[in-house]
């Protein structure tokens, strides 16, 4: 159990345009979620909690407009790289929380943004 | 002040040697969990092992078992019999207080090679 998958795995887009990445929860039920943007060789960085049925809370420092989420149902949430330019490019990994196990974050297995 | 320092750039290991994975961190919290997370080259986050910091004994999975020292503020992956597929980055993470928040917070993560 706690399978956590993104779509997509991995997109190239053009400077300007907007790039939604998709994660779900597939075989539970998630309340909070996290999104986690990670450069080559460094660690995770929180960018945001989100939460089902309500605004995402923003680490500081994210542009809440340019990473815009959107947590509609308990086995979904959406992050959205809107104007997406190159220096957005980089992994973006999603987890959420399993309601038996709150300890506990399952990762998604990331996707990989270039913006050229 | 970094919270999670995990003081091991990179690590070499010769096939089926333990090894062990270093984490200190730092909270003033009573309260919090301390988590072991490996990534691979595909980029996917494994959850391997939890530690309570009200637990007593020390956490073990399989072959992973957590070095807990609460007084020196570490807790140190410890991998038995190492594997050629144990080559990976492995982050250590805190989840401070009772916040129902469950942010974790990364260490900078450890580069492991497995020699054959």
Redesign the interface.
Known sequence: GAVVSQHPSRVICKSGTSVKIECRSLDFQATTMFWYRQFPKQSLMLMATSNEGSKATYEQGVEKDKFLINHASLTLSTLTVTSAHPEDSSFYICSAVAGWNQETQYFGPGTRLLVL | AQKITQTQPGMFVQEKEAVTLDCTYDTSDQSY?L?W?KQPS??????LI?Q?SYDEQNATEGRYSLNFQKARKSANLVISASQLGDSAMY?CAM?EGED??????????TRLLVRP
Request: charged residues 15%; without cysteine.
């Open positions: 969990g988590f997370y595909s980029g996917e986050m494994i959850f939890y309570g982050f989840r129902s928040s469950y942010k974790l917070i990364f260490g900078s993560g």
